[in-house]
């Protein structure tokens, strides 16, 4: 089988023929059909010291199931976030980490929504949004911020505002069901809102925070870092939440569990849409991480095995 790998930090990526893999205990063998390409593995390219597997989103159909296994049987389409090498033809997937695709969804449909779309909503739902406020998305065109505006919406959110890195953003973000589009260069966020979605982080903490009307939340799921000045939360009674869908995965199953189908229902009435910005070939896997480094991506990009 083929699958990306690279050598030392920073890359270059290249496709190689490697063994295809057995399943372990507890595990699937998935024959992908889409793969989704997220920042976190990007960064991880670029910033780690040694080489990591490139795992991720992954999405097929089960070919083999390890020892244990009681929920899916070879035939079964699945998706869900492998911690191996995911940008391959086959891909190991543990059970617990897999959602069956229900009929009539794609591959493509499921890398663009189950795990970004639980990120969202995992963010969304540590916001505690109350119906009628007004909430701020980062990233807001990005494969977790477009799902995250729309479920916003869903949630009851009287007001939402995307704030985007180019203005050729506002119009795709718009069509999501934003009220309002807000660049991270611009002075003035517009009127304050009641709680923000984070998925950047660094410098855009501090509009972000300043956006914020007084007891408003900010609930930050980036990688990207950034510092806190306290005395910006002391005088508005504002807070930061933090928080990461791996320990939810870990901790609370029935709970992960619960977003899984709640998203695929969402989906299946139409009330979440989720958008691919591109698909790319596994060779030229190099190129989708250009597409999320370059910031330019509307939705999700997506490798195609």
Known sequence: MRRVRYESAGGPLF?????????????????????????PVVRKVTEAAEPIALGGEIAGEVTAVGAGVTRFRPGD????????????????????????????????????LVRSGLVALGALT?????????????????????????????????????????????DFVRSLGADEVVRYGDADWGEPVDYALDAVGGDLLTPAIAALAPGGRLVAYSSGGGTVQAYDLLVGAKSVIGFQMARIAREEPDRYERWRRE??????????????????????AAKAHEAIESRANLGKVVLRP
């Open 77 to 112: 389409r699945v998706t869900g976030l492998c911690f191996g090498h995911g940008y391959a033809d086959f891909a190991p997937l543990h059970e617990a980490m897999a959602s069956p695709v229900p009929e009539g969804a794609s591959a493509v449909d499921a890398v663009a």
């Open 126 to 170: 540590a916001a505690r949004p109350a119906p009628g406020e007004a909430a701020l998305v980062t990233a807001a065109a990005s494969g977790v911020g477009h799902l995250a505006v729309q479920l916003a919406r869903v949630r009851g959110a009287g007001r939402v505002v995307g704030a985007v890195s180019t203005a050729v953003k506002a």
């Open 15 to 39: 496709v190689e023929e490697a063994p295809v893999p057995e399943p372990g205990p507890g595990e699937l063998l998935v024959r992908c059909e889409a793969v989704g390409v997220t920042l």
């Open 263 to 284: 998203l695929w229902e969402l989906f299946e009435r139409g009330e979440v849409r989720p958008a691919v910005h591109a698909e790319f070939a596994l060779e030229d």
